[in-house]
């Protein structure tokens, strides 16, 4: 089901909808040296939550919740000084190193799975147009779980993000992942949903391809994207390792192609074999080194990268065994306990 963010207008009326009383919203967003322009984006935040409050669609405890992902810059005292100023709104979470955008928003999003009724995941530049909170609060009431943004115009990104981006999401397609095209982390996931995501223990995180299968009521708003007022924090080398992450944890398609590869370069040399040995027998010598040593190099590249891309499995492997923290928390502003730390506890036999 598809809507395009609206204006916010009072939520319909309890009697058509299966949520019957406003939900208690987290609106999660993580910061990395984002100094520059975060007193900024929570103005907006904090004035489009008290809009969302006044009209009915949300209580009244709703909250921003600023995950600092090992700043380096001043994040951090700005996180505390609006905490200070607006303690039941703005809640802080610092985490003790830099983890990476999506493991500082699990983060944030593991208080929200605490603390809320259901959580929107936005980032600190405010490139996702606020609007499309309408859209999922509506979606949200009507009885989605979960409410995926989709990017229905990405003009304000370069044109190599724009077509790296979704020579991306068909790749993922074509390697059989379930991925929402041109939806990235801003979405709105219930309690239960997100309880759900964190039964998903992997440590190589790739939320987006996770979401989608955790299945319950789903929805998608489109809206439109804005450009960042700073210089990107995700350049090409994180996009290409978020990329790889995101193959290799929902796809063992690769292995599959070289497998089938293998098999037709056997195939091929069974035929080629044969005839080498017909020519043998007629009398002609066999000609030529240049297909010898082609076919030499042809197999030996062959072999190497199909035994790199399996060592690319069997390190994702290694780092998931050991089961590491994907996070840890330094300091938290705002919740009277301490959220559920990472990972959690296993529930035993
Ligand atoms: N971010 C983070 N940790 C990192 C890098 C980025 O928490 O190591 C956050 C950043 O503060 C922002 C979001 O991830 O809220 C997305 O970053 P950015 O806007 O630079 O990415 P882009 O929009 O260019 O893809
Ligand atoms: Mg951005």
Redesign the pocket.
């Known amino acids: 089901m598809t809507t395009a963010a609206s204006a916010c207008s009072p939520p319909p009326a309890p009697s058509v909808c299966s949520v019957k009383t406003p939900p208690r919203l987290q609106i999660v967003?993580?910061?990395?040296?984002?100094a520059s322009i975060l007193d900024d984006s929570l103005d907006q935040l904090l004035a489009k939550l008290k809009a969302l409050i006044e009209s009915g669609w949300i209580a009244a405890d709703s909250a921003v919740v600023c995950?600092d992902?090992?700043?380096r810059d001043a994040t951090w005292d700005i996180i505390s000084r609006r905490h200070e100023a607006a303690p039941g709104q703005v809640l802080g979470i610092k985490l003790a190193a830099?983890?990476?955008?999506q493991k500082?928003?699990l983060a944030g999003l593991r208080l929200a799975a605490d603390m809320a009724d259901c959580a929107v995941s936005?980032?600190?530049?405010l490139?996702d147009d606020l609007a499309v909170i309408d859209g999922f609060l509506e979606q949200y009431w009507q009885g989605a779980e979960i409410v995926y943004g989709v990017r229905t115009d990405r003009s304000s990104d370069t044109a190599f993000?724009r077509l790296t981006a979704e020579a991306f999401y068909h790749l993922m397609s074509a390697l059989g992942v379930k991925i929402v095209f041109n939806h990235?982390?801003c979405r709105l996931m219930s309690r239960r949903a997100l309880q759900a995501l964190f039964e998903y223990s992997e440590v190589n995180l790739f939320l987006r391809g996770i979401v989608p299968l955790i299945g319950l009521r789903q929805a998608t708003v489109g809206y439109a994207r804005r450009p960042?007022s700073?210089?990107?924090?995700?350049p090409l080398r994180?996009?290409l390792m978020l990329a790889w992450d995101g193959i290799t944890s929902f796809s063992i398609r690769p292995i599959r192609m070289i497998t089938v590869l293998g098999f037709i370069i056997f195939v091929a040399n069974i035929i080629l074999g044969l005839r080498y040995l017909v020519l043998h027998y007629l009398g002609h010598t066999i000609q030529g080194w240049t297909s010898l040593a082609l076919l030499v190099l042809a197999l030996g590249g062959l072999q190497l990268l199909g035994i790199g891309l399996i060592g690319e499995y069997i390190g994702k492997i290694y780092l998931e065994v050991k089961r590491r923290p994907r996070f840890l928390y330094e300091k938290v502003l705002g919740a009277e306990d301490k959220p559920t730390p990472d990972p959690a506890p296993n529930p035993g036999p």
């Not at 700073?230 to 995700?234: A, Q």
């Open positions: 967003v993580p910061c990395y040296n984002e995950v992902d090992g700043s830099n983890c990476g955008h500082a928003l936005i980032d600190a530049d490139q993000k990235a982390d960042t700073r210089e990107t924090h995700y994180k996009m």
